[in-house]
């Protein structure tokens, strides 16, 4: 089947860095995404990989390895507006459907 | 300014009453897509719109109905055969290629009186 797995709540200080990983089971593999999703709203786009290695967006950083299967987005100088959850989702197959995890809710604390 | 729009964004429907979702882009993306969104249940993918005139089901259909009639529109339809319809509703789109990014809409949160 096709599966992925994030960690379902995480916390972390303001000023801090947090990683939050993803690891994925699909049958094909078109790419890797990441979204940030604040309560109520939206998902908006982070990142995009599709070769292994770290891509840096200013404070978010994110990484793949096809061959583990496993992904990490990287939060660095860690502000309250972060508090968010997080995407996962990987694009499989030959059509435009992406498969999506549950999403990682992630508090800021002061 | 580019981008997708969805309305209204509170519905509130009565037992056995249809209601439409809209949803329009003015990116020029080829591909549309509804998902449905609950608590602690994800993104889930009610239906896909690859190309005007044309549309999939996803893992939901069950329940609503969709039309393409122009590249910028894709509205979705809850029926009443749509048991358990409180949901917040996503319509995104894409330019079409595999697996590029998909953007969101502000989102529709529906309401069962």
């Known amino acids: 089947g096709q599966n992925i797995d994030q960690p379902t709540e995480m916390t972390a200080t303001e000023g801090a860095i947090v990683q939050i990983n993803c690891t994925y089971q699909t049958s094909g593999f078109n790419g890797l995404f990441w979204y940030q999703q604040h309560a109520g709203e939206a998902p908006t786009f982070l990142s995009y990989n599709v070769l292994d290695g770290l891509e840096e967006k200013g404070r978010f950083s994110s990484f793949l390895s096809r061959s583990k299967g496993y992904s990490y987005l990287l939060l660095k100088e860690l502000q309250m507006k972060d508090s968010a959850s997080y995407l996962c989702a990987v694009g499989a197959g030959n059509n435009r459907k992406l498969i999506w995890g549950l999403g990682t809710s992630l508090a800021v604390n002061p | 300014d580019g981008g997708i729009t969805q309305s209204p964004k509170y519905l509130f429907r009565k037992e056995g009453q249809n209601v439409t979702l809209s949803c329009e882009q003015n990116?020029?993306?080829?591909?549309m897509y509804w998902y449905r969104q609950d608590p602690g249940q994800g993104l889930r993918l009610i239906y896909y719109s690859q190309i005007v005139n044309d549309f999939q089901k996803g893992d939901i259909a069950e329940g609503y109905s969709v039309s393409r009639e122009k590249k910028e529109s894709f509205p979705l339809t809850v029926t009443s055969a749509q048991k358990n319809p409180t949901a917040f509703y996503l319509c995104?789109?894409?330019?079409?290629?595999?697996?590029?990014?998909?953007?969101f809409g502000p989102g529709t949160r529906l309401l069962v009186l």
């Open positions: 990116l020029n993306h080829d591909a």
């Open positions: 995104a789109s894409s330019t079409g290629r595999t697996s590029e990014t998909q953007y």
